[in-house]
């Protein structure tokens, strides 16, 4: 369980970082909402593609 909790743990503190950090930009009056979710977003693309190259490179043994 500890396993399969970590590397998830990671991700879910930097959403919630985001997000509280977003919200308290708002409540103050910073336009800052977009600019954290652009954020969440460049972060959840460039771990999704390392992902999606890793298992790619493990089943293709070839780069491109």
């Known amino acids: ?33 977009s600019l954290g979710f652009l954020s969440l977003l460049i972060f959840i693309g460039v771990y999704s593609a390392k992902k999606y190259e890793r298992a790619k490179s493990t089943t293709i043994s070839h780069s491109s």
């Not at 369980?1 to 985001?18: S, T, Y």
């Not at 950090?21 to 409540?27: I, Q, V």
Request: charged share 10%.
């Open 1 to 33: 369980m500890p396993n399969f909790v970590k590397p998830i743990g990671k991700e879910l503190l930097f959403i919630l970082a985001v997000i509280i950090s977003a919200a308290l930009a708002n409540l103050v009056g910073i336009p800052v909402l």
